[in-house]
């Protein structure tokens, strides 16, 4: 079993930066993917980065340029870089891990950007 805990939510203006972090813990493969979702308000849940364990990085079209993906294996750590914040980039944001069919989430962390 793998557990994810996400921290580093937080209201921030229009413009601001802010920085996830998700700390996975528990068995899993040494190829694992990392990736973060959101689901604003009233909406989807929709995919925004993941991060192999090779370094290979994918990003939703939205966020690029503007939100830089990390992970440190030694700590089975991802995080999520979050500058030039808009209000369209609130939502809860969840850490996700996976590899094969094996799938994990995290509770989620509320990010909050005011206009």
């Known amino acids: 079993q793998v557990h994810l805990v996400e921290s580093g939510g937080g209201l921030v203006q229009a413009g601001g930066s802010l920085r996830l972090s998700c700390a996975a813990s528990g068995r899993m493969s040494s190829t694992n993917v990392m990736a973060w979702y959101r689901q604003g308000p009233g909406k989807q849940r929709e995919f925004v980065a993941r991060?192999?364990?090779?370094?290979?990085?994918e990003y939703v079209d939205h966020v690029k340029g503007r939100f830089t993906i990390s992970r440190d294996n030694a700590k089975s750590t991802v995080y999520l870089q979050m500058n030039s914040r808009k209000p369209e980039d609130t939502g809860v944001y969840y850490c996700n891990l996976y590899w094969g069919s094996d799938d994990y989430w995290g509770q989620g962390t509320q990010v909050t950007v005011s206009a």
């Open positions: 991060m192999l364990q090779d370094g290979s990085i």
